[in-house]
């Protein structure tokens, strides 16, 4: 009977714990939804009118279709690649088990302790040099910062993959190429799906390194749009969590299909 | 795969030669440029350590590397109380474990940015509107003062961040084998000494992730603390990253900026190693 009550008494803890946790959503969504005087008259309570007006005037403000296009284009590029050149990589390096190997790895490995602020300023003028300040050169950047942790989980699986598989297919006839696309990577699936998703997680919320590279009006991704946008609507809060709330919905939208996989990829990717 | 294929080093060219020009090759001309007086134009001069020497003499830095320092303290011992907590909750064989646990992950998923400009909602006009209603002066004024600033700051990363680290420990808690939790039982021990000498030990390398994850992540932090306060008030709110960004973007003074960035990358690395090191080390003597 003890027992029970405890049980029933930390699930009571856990719900209080989560509406305090949806608090700051529940209070965006409700004054989003508010006239400008609703605001400062009642922050706390539902609107006394609900009006759509500042989604209106926020989605326009935004560019919201094209900036969503932008940044669904440059997470998504930049994903496919880091999953596909880590996996090739990590791949050559788990099958040759040479020192020059074992030194690479070491540097991938190595390289996670880098801090991004600590090259940012010498990356910002050599690829300005060059005129490789755009899109293209931000999807770049984005492979060279997230591959060391994708080789890095990618390795720890190739590892439980045997060799003789391998093997078998180079004996049916499949060059070096053939047996990594077909045979390797088709079981590196679920391990891809982990480290997509942690760098799509960082890199469609990332900030700085946007701002620093790509800054032509109409390239800018969500964040990016969104910092300009609020420094414009800073006192006229019911545009601006009518924009953090438009900018919030993809978000909500993936994490409803695909929470159990998103959960499960940050803690493999946490723990390994 | 030998070596001379040239498969191998096809396989390896994009991550490589991404590695090198992003990384490795700006690391070591950012080592070059902290010795100069570079303004990100033109030709460096060598100036010696003078950028250095002078770093340790600008108050507004050192303030900024305190600031940086405090804040990590206590969010390392904030959030991991908080995330263990949760993870407690969610265990603990609940009907609602899934919906909580959606629920107290769903903050990690947002950019810092966003959850920054919410929170100043909140601290500002909902802080203030509380304050007004029970007339407690502790409500008022958020985010105007350096402490509040500061608290502010450490509620922001807590609650992002908390859902985080629950769900490392989790997968710990997770893998303690049931049975050796019924035994204990059966021998008597009440539900602290279960947690103590059992759950406890075998949780312990969830600590090593999760404390070098939350330091790191707190030392580093830059776009909650630009959403959330942009250094006010007087940059007292200001950390290391933020600072670093601010004098090579805002102030041109690329050189010095890079020295600060040099510092600010040893410290980082040598801690995350340390950490790595000493919590290694108690593992095995468990």
């Known amino acids: 009977m003890r027992g029970k009550w405890k049980l029933w008494l930390i699930g009571f803890v856990g719900f209080i714990l989560a509406l305090l946790w949806l608090t ?5 969504l409700v004054n989003a939804f508010k006239m400008k005087r609703d605001i400062f008259a009642d922050t706390l309570g539902l609107p006394e009118t609900w009006t759509f007006e500042n989604f209106r005037q926020a989605y326009e403000q935004l560019d919201f279709l094209r900036t969503l296009f932008n940044s669904l284009l440059i997470s998504g590029v930049s994903v496919v690649i880091i999953i596909i050149f880590s996996a090739m990589a990590a791949y050559a390096l788990s099958r040759n ?3 020059i190997s074992s030194l690479l790895f070491f540097v991938f490995v190595a390289a996670m302790l880098i801090p991004f602020q600590s090259v940012m300023i010498p990356l910002v003028a050599q690829f300005g040099q060059f005129g490789m300040l755009n899109k293209a050169g931000l999807i770049f950047m984005y492979l060279g910062f997230g591959c060391s942790l994708s080789i890095f989980l990618y390795h720890g699986t190739l590892k439980g993959i045997p ?37 799509v997680i960082w890199i469609w919320n990332d900030y700085l390194l946007p701002s620093l590279v790509i800054g032509g009006a109409g390239s800018e991704t969500i964040p990016l749009k969104l910092f300009f946008f609020f420094g414009q609507y800073t006192k006229q809060w019911h545009l601006a969590l009518a924009g953090l709330t438009l900018s919030i919905i993809p978000v909500i939208i993936a994490y409803f299909f695909a929470q159990r996989q998103i959960i499960k990829g940050i803690a493999d990717g946490a723990v390994k | 795969m030998r070596n001379r294929d040239a498969a191998y080093w096809l396989f390896l060219t994009p991550v490589l030669a991404a590695l090198i020009l992003v990384v490795i090759v700006p690391l070591i001309y950012g080592f070059y440029y902290s010795f100069t007086d570079w303004n990100g134009l033109g030709t460096p001069d060598f100036i010696g350590l003078k950028n250095y020497m002078d770093l340790f003499t600008d108050k507004g830095f050192l303030d900024t590397f305190w600031f940086t320092i405090k804040f990590s303290v206590a969010a390392i011992v904030v959030i991991n109380i908080i995330g263990l907590s949760l993870a407690l909750i969610v265990t603990s064989k609940l009907k609602s474990s899934n919906i909580l646990r959606t629920v107290f992950f769903m903050p990690n998923l947002i950019g810092g940015l966003i959850l920054g400009f919410i929170w100043q909602f909140i601290f500002i006009k909902v802080f ?122 805002t102030e ?27 919590n290694k080390k108690r593992e095995v003597e468990l």
């Open chain 1, 163 to 199: 060799l003789s598989l391998d093997e078998a297919a180079k004996i049916d006839g499949a060059n070096r190429f053939q047996v990594f696309w077909y045979i390797i990577f088709p079981l590196l699936k679920p391990m891809s799906i982990t480290v997509g998703i942690l760098n």
């Open chain 1, 24 to 28: 700051p959503f529940y209070l965006m």
């Open chain 1, 97 to 99: 088990k040479s020192k």
């Open chain 2, 252 to 278: 041109n003074d690329m050189a010095y900026a890079q020295a600060k960035a040099v510092i600010f990358f040893i410290i980082v690395a040598v801690v995350s190693l340390t950490q790595v090191y000493i």
């Open chain 2, 128 to 249: 203030g509107a509380i304050g007004d209603l029970t007339g407690i002066e502790a409500f008022n004024g958020w985010l105007s003062t350096t402490d509040t600033g500061f608290w502010g700051l450490i509620i922001l990363t807590s609650w992002q961040m908390a859902g985080y680290i629950m769900i490392i420990y989790i997968a710990y808690l997770q893998a303690v084998p049931e049975d050796l939790i019924e035994a204990a039982k059966i021998d008597g021990a009440n539900s602290f000494q279960r947690f103590r000498h059992i759950t406890f030990p075998l949780v312990a390398p969830a600590f090593t992730v999760s404390l070098f994850l939350t330091l790191s992540h707190s030392f580093k932090i830059y776009d909650q603390n630009l959403s959330l306060t942009n250094g006010a008030p007087y940059n007292s709110t200001e950390m290391v990253a933020m600072n670093i960004v601010r004098s090579a973007f």
